[in-house]
């Protein structure tokens, strides 16, 4: 059956009122950006162009990349990787149970879910650097610092993307569940953790390969690893050395999200 004029013109006015909400919508976004790039000094066109030669000054003096050194990078390597993996598992037995209490359909009562959602907002709040310059006062340099604070602050973040995906979980299964009279925890045992399971394996190696990127930088503020190395090469302008460092990790880096990328892979 054909529309009718009126329906006709009802469905176009009700197609161009959609066109008008998305463009006002799009300029909004556009008017958001304009002012971050206002305000960040990114239309401020001298300032710029005056960076370009002393960007290829620096850049012609770390070529060729030194490394000479590479053997003595082997074991910061290695303490950046148990960094990414050991503040990784930190923060998913952290995130597992704060996941729960931070669901609203598992929670086991709105305070404990506004508190469990304030604590998240908490460490998410607190930047990993921050959090390991004060590790680094309470227990002292090395990768233990590191670790402690990845861990802490990737928490925020996992719990976060865990509740999420437990909200989102299938109501059928945990209503059948709750009728044959399962307990809570039988009901997030049997009828939610096989629905998020496969969410919270990828978010958790999405987080490694961060948390690999993040630890590369935690030499920053004394917590050991690759960064250390990096750092104390940037102090002393040895700029070979620095963009040998850096294609080092760049490779390490690759190496990792390419384990990641398989590993989603078996796991889908």
């Not at 086991?108 to 310059?133: E, F, S, T």
């Not at 990768?143 to 802490?152: F, H, K, R, S, T």
């Not at 390969?209 to 190395?229: K, Q, Y």
Request: proline fraction near 5%; aromatic fraction near 8%; include cysteine.
């Amino acid at each position: 059956m054909s529309a009718s004029p009126a329906e006709l013109a009802r469905y176009l006015e009700g197609s161009r009122a959609g066109e008008r909400a998305t463009a006002a919508r799009l300029g909004a976004v556009g008017a958001v950006v304009i002012a971050a790039f206002y305000f960040t000094g990114l239309f401020d066109a001298q300032r710029l162009a005056e960076g370009v030669p002393a960007l290829a000054k620096i850049t012609g003096e770390m070529i060729p990349p030194d490394f000479a050194r590479w053997k003595a990078w082997l074991r910061p390597i290695l303490d950046t990787l148990a960094m990414s993996i050991g503040g990784t598992a930190i923060a998913v037995a952290l995130s597992v149970p704060l996941a729960f209490l931070a669901a609203r359909n598992t929670s086991p009562h709105p305070l404990v879910y506004q508190a469990a959602r304030m604590l998240l907002n908490l460490l998410r709040a607190i930047p990993d650097l921050i959090m390991g310059i004060l590790f680094v006062a309470a227990v002292g340099f090395g990768a233990l610092p590191g670790v402690i604070a990845l861990g802490l602050h990737s928490a925020g973040m996992v719990a976060k993307f865990f509740a999420e995906a437990v909200e989102h979980a299938d109501a059928r299964p945990i209503e059948a569940a709750r009728a044959a009279g399962a307990s809570d925890l039988q009901v997030i045992a049997r009828a939610i953790l096989p629905q998020v399971l496969p969410q919270m394996a990828d978010t958790t190696i999405y987080r490694w390969e961060f948390n690999f990127r993040a630890s590369t930088v935690m030499g920053a503020v004394g917590a050991g690893g690759i960064g250390l190395e990096l750092i104390g090469s940037l102090r002393i302008l040895d700029y070979p050395q620095v963009l040998a460092i850096l294609i080092t990790i760049f490779v390490c880096v690759a190496i990792v999200d390419t384990i990641g990328g398989m590993l989603r892979r078996r796991l889908s």
